[in-house]
């Protein structure tokens, strides 16, 4: 048995799945904004199901951006923390928004669009065709209005799913023609990760997981400001040692 | 009980880790690596998202080179100490989340440590025959307060800052002086070269333990906003500002001493690196009380006090669970209640 452990936390309902390949054997969720809490007990618990341990784990997905910047670095601080101590563990990310359009495509034939909220009238989204053994990127995870995401679109999505598809749901009927599938069930899952496992493109293997950050989708404000103020990108640092 | 602990600490704009190793109450400091994240200077503070960034791409590696300069392999290290809080929540999520994982994974103990705890400690690294009594004036960017340590765990709050920190007065007071940051070393450098002649207030200096210091601060504005040569005057506006903070934390902690009784005081923080108030309070204390200051490493946001810290809790059988969060407004362990106190007893960072 290769054991995988994926886990999303680039929103507000986490979640956690241990699988065979792409068969997903245990998962969990939780919110209430306390992933940090919640997340390795949760591993745990998932891992207890199948009567498994994190010594037996071969492989670990992390779900990357966009999404919620802490959410994110909860994720993937506990993947470093994991895999210093298990180096051989392969880790792997996909996009959260591929895990949400995954679900989607359990209820509708042809492209589903994946949008979560981003704040300030945006969404971070993204649009894929998910067929029983082939993955089509259709649009790439973006950040801009829904109305960015409509004329980026080369196609027309038949269902959206996510927490952007709710808080723009007129403009999201006029695209797709039905109303969205939103959270509980219309948000990415763990699971889905696992469920990806096995298509082409849809995992990218990270070498170094201990040094690396996920996609964000966005640039830290005080960034943006910076440099919009002074027309050239921020001063890149790694620090000075003392 | 452990005999090599791994600190790490997150709460604020440095990535640090360190090992300790010994046995019994007198562990030894057998690495410490401190990374300080030189991209919030063009902000002239710091920027919690971006520091929380940072710390996620430089966490692993600090860990790695500390452990690499003691020369302890990971699998001998037998628990974890980390920063739970107070701090900037985002930068403390990294490291509490990475240091469970990985004592999870290790199947090692891991223990939350309170940030403020730690800078007590951190004297003890270098002197391991200081013992409580003391007096502590602990002095940084996010906090400025005295307590009364009657013993390792056990805390009285004699006073805090109303309002800003003393190392936050000294970054904003650079700031109004065009000074980098942080702004304590560029003041104090610059007073030197200056003289004490714009006659701040020394606000509450006269009332109890408390501390403020945005009055003055803002007195600093006035007085550069007069100034018709802020060239000629700045050395002499970093000096007399820097004077009046001073007169008050060695004022104030010598009452301090005065009411406790206690013979022995120590200084701890990132103000506390600021040479001119250590060795004002040791002058004024002399005689009266022994004034202990770390050396300036020990005294920046680090881990090795962190892991000293955990050390303590670790002896007592102490251990965080799974669940273990960051707190941002994470209230001191141990503290307890002043009858003759009029402020409350724990405080926000």
Redesign the interface.
């Known amino acids: 048995m290769t054991l995988t452990l994926a886990l999303d936390t680039a929103t507000e309902i986490g979640s956690v799945a241990v699988g065979d390949g792409h068969l997903v054997l245990a998962e969990m969720s939780f919110g209430g904004r306390r992933h940090a809490a919640a997340l390795l007990p949760a591993v745990h618990d998932v891992l207890d199901v199948v009567g498994a341990t994190l010594d037996d784990l071969t492989t670990v997905v992390v779900a990357d951006g966009p999404g919620s910047f802490t959410g994110l670095r909860i994720g993937w601080a506990t993947v470093q923390g994991l895999v210093r101590a298990r180096d051989s563990i392969r880790v792997a990310t996909a996009p959260s928004l591929l895990g949400a359009a995954w679900v989607g495509s359990q209820f509708s034939s042809g492209p589903v669009a994946a949008l979560y909220d981003a704040l300030r009238g945006e969404v971070y989204g993204a649009v894929y065709q998910l067929d029983a053994d082939r993955l089509e990127v259709v649009l790439r995870p973006t950040l801009g209005t829904v109305a960015d995401l409509v004329e980026q679109s080369p196609v027309r999505p038949v269902l959206a799913v996510g927490d952007g598809a709710g808080v723009n749901r007129s403009a999201i009927e006029a695209w797709t023609g039905r109303a969205p599938l939103l959270p509980p069930v219309g948000s990415a899952r763990a699971g889905a990760l696992l469920a990806l496992a096995d298509l082409e493109g849809a995992l990218r293997d990270i070498p170094d997981p201990t040094s690396c950050e996920p996609d964000y989708g966005r640039a830290a404000e005080a960034q943006v400001r910076w440099e919009r103020q002074h027309g050239r990108p921020l001063p890149g640092s790694t620090g000075h040692a003392r | 009980m452990a005999e090599v602990v791994l600190g790490i600490e997150t709460s604020c704009d ?2 640090s880790a360190a090992v300790l190793v010994g046995d019994g109450d007198r562990p030894e400091l057998a690495s410490l ?7 919030h200077a ?2 002239g503070g710091v ?1 919690p ?2 520091a ?3 710390h ?6 600090v ?2 080179s500390a452990l690499e300069q003691a020369g302890v392999p ?1 699998d001998a290290v037998d628990a974890i100490a980390v920063t739970e809080g107070p701090g900037l ?2 930068a403390l ?14 199947h090692i103990p891991v223990i939350g440590v309170h940030h403020l705890e730690g800078h007590l400690f951190a004297p003890a690294l270098e002197n391991p025959d200081l013992e409580p009594p003391f007096v502590a004036l602990l002095v940084s960017g996010g906090h400025t307060l005295l307590l009364d340590v009657p013993a390792w765990g056990r805390y009285r709050l004699l006073g805090e800052t109303r309002d800003d920190a003393a190392g936050e007065a000294f970054d904003k007071v650079a700031t109004l002086l065009g000074l980098g940051y942080p702004g304590g070393p560029e003041i104090e450098r610059l007073a030197e070269s200056g003289t004490d002649r714009f006659a701040f207030p020394r606000p509450m200096l006269h009332a109890g333990c408390d501390f403020s210091f945005s009055g003055l601060k803002t007195a600093v504005l006035y007085a550069v906003r007069a100034s018709d040569d802020i060239a000629r005057d700045r050395p002499d506006l970093a000096a007399s500002f820097q004077e009046a903070v001073i007169d008050v934390l060695v004022q104030k902690t010598a009452r301090a001493v005065e009411s406790t009784g206690r013979r022995s005081v120590i200084l701890g923080g990132g103000v506390a690196c600021n040479r001119t108030l250590a060795k004002r309070l040791a002058r004024h204390l002399a005689g009266t009380a022994h004034v202990t200051v770390a050396r300036p ?1 020990l005294n ?1 946001d680090n881990a090795a006090m962190i892991a000293r810290a955990g050390w303590f809790h670790l002896q007592r059988g102490e251990r965080s669970d ?5 707190s941002a407004t994470l209230p001191l362990p141990g503290i307890e209640p002043d009858p003759a106190a009029s402020t409350p007893v724990t405080r926000s960072s």
Not at chain 2, 56 to 61: F, I, K
Not at chain 2, 93 to 106: F, H, N, R, T
Not at chain 2, 322 to 326: C, G, V
Request: proline letters at 2%; glycine letters at 4%.
């Open positions: 440095e990535t690596v401190i990374l300080s994240q030189d991209i063009v902000f920027v998202e971006l929380s960034r940072a996620l791409r430089a966490l692993d590696p860990v790695q990971l929540i985002g999520i990294v490291g509490v989340c990475y240091a469970k994982a990985l004592a999870d994974a290790l490493r920046l799974r669940t273990l969060e960051a």
